[in-house]
Every structure is written in C-alpha cells, then in structure tokens.
C-alpha cells in the first residue's frame, strides 16, 4: 500500500480546490437570473378611516393610495377636487378607491326627514365655543341660551342671557348630518323645532347671539323654556343697582284768550323750551287752524274751531284749574 505524503496530500487538496471553483464558475454562467414582472399603479384618492353615510367630505377625509391599473374600474374618482365638498351617500371604506355612486351629485344633499309637526331651522352660532368647541353633533339634544347685549336696550342692566329651549335636537351642522371637522368661525347648525319655536328663533337671532348648550337628559316638551328664575343680567352678577331713571322736565301750559304757550324746565326751575302757538287767523271766510309751519282749511278739518273766551266759557283747561292757580300761571316769568 502506497504511503501518503505530504506533496501527494497537498496535490489532493488543491484538486479537491479546484474542482469546487470550476463547479461554482459553471454554474454561474449557466444560472439564468428570474426578473420581478414589473406591475403598474396609480395613485386614486381613497378614504383615510370609514365615512358614513350623510357625511360632508372634505380635504381631512382623503388620502392617496395605489392601485392597479389593471384594477381601476370607470366609476372610480381619480381627483380630490371631485370628491371634497360632496355627501357621502352610503358608506365608504377606508383605503379603498372611492366610487361616483357613493357620493350625492355636486350641490345634492340628503332629504330632510323630521318629526311629525315639527320643523327644520338653520341658525348662526358665533365660534366653536357656541357648540361646545365642535363636540356637539348631529343627533344630539341641546338647550339654546340667547344673550342680548345692553347696547341694543338700555334697560338691559348690562345685557342679559336667558334660555329659551330645553331638549330640541340637532339635525345637521355646515350641511353634514354626521360628525366631521368644524372650522373655526361662524357655524350653521339645523335644529328641530316647533311651529312655535320656529318663529321665536327668529326672532330672538335677528335681536342677539344663540349659544347651544348640551343636554344628556334628551329632548324636551318643546315651547318656550324660559323663567324669571333663569334670567340672569350683568348688573346682577356684579351686585351693581340698576341706574334711576331720567327725570322727565316739567312742563306747563298757559293760555290767554285762544293763544297757547307750553314751558319745559329742569328741575332746578330753569327754563328749557318756550312754544307758542298763536290763534287760529280767518281768511276769505274759512277758518285756518295753526299746525305748525303748514296750515289748511278749516273745511278740510273735522274739528270745532274754539270759541272765544267768555266770563262763562273759559277754556277747558282753565275750568279744571283753581282761581288761584290760574292766576299764578298766567303772571309767571311775565
């Protein structure tokens, strides 16, 4: 038997080596490399979470997302600009393309469905504050408070807040029926009310500001919810005390013959305004009336032209008057 040798042993090795080179080489050159098929999308506009049904979509709700084309059908919307502004008409998926028939017509909106007897009212709320900072939403039961400021009445003691309705619901908010983003400014919010409520909303939006207040007792027995024990002004929460009212300037009349002159004073007894109304003058037979700068025929006038004054004829004013006080009257300020 032929002993190994470390030559014969170093000769087998590299053999063994090369063996293992030329088999990788060869199989990389006869290896055939397989190419990913290449497959091509296009990037739809899709909904970013689930949007239901009566929802007023805006930019918020959207998102882009892929799509094969092999996989786009003819009713999908390719662009925001003809989805954002619409209503949803049934239910949309989130990440999926959003279809023409899931969406009301450009300026469609949903039927309006109320009660029996009741009535649908828009109405302006000032700020999200208005409506609990866009946390009320369509469906829920508010009450409505209506502030009035004192510079529309000056007896208002500093404006005055009271509530009117207890309970009525909210049925749409900007046009959505469902909850969605509320911009900040002026909302419009539709509530559902009575015939009744209907016209004192109206009313009391064209005189101040309505704020809507949420109420988880439910809806109310409608009408008008307001008690004296609810009123609250701004004198009263400042313990202020209502101003006195303006002193009215006295005034006094004094007649000689058929000639009438009316005096204001203060009340420290300073003369304000003096009139005096001249007597009635005849011309060519008809009996003119004083009325001020203008003047027309007693003919045209239904009423008795004054006699004049006699011992037992005073003027009707003088018959109510004391002797005394006549005379008073007649020599003051003379």
Sequence with gaps: MRRLTPALLTLVMFGVVGLLVVAYIGKSLLAREEKKPVIATRNVPMAISDIEPGTLVTEGHIGMGPVQNSQLKPDMLLANRVIVGRVARTKIRAAEPIRAGQLYQPGELPDLRVADGMRAVSISVAEMVGIVDGMIKPGNYVDVLFTVESQSNADLQGGVTMRLFEG???????????????????????????????????????????????????????????????????????????????????????????????????????????TEVPPPSRDNGQQVLPRGDNSVPAAQDPAPAPSAPSANNAPAPLKSMAPTAVRNLLNFRQ
């Design 168 to 274: 009525v619901k909210v049925i749409a908010i900007n046009r959505s029926f469902t909850q969605s983003r509320v911009e900040r400014g002026v909302n419009r919010v539709t509530l559902e009310l009575t015939q009744a409520q209907a016209n004192i909303i109206t009313l009391a939006e064209a005189k101040g500001a309505l704020t809507l207040v949420f109420n988880p007792n439910g809806a109310g027995s409608g009408g008008l919810a307001l008690t004296n024990s609810e009123r609250v002004t701004l004198n009263e929460i400042l313990g202020l005390e209502p101003p006195a009212p303006p002193q009215l300037p006295l005034l006094t009349e004094i007649y000689r013959g058929q000639t009438r002159r009316v005096q204001h004073f203060n009340k420290q007894g300073r003369l304000l305004d003096l």
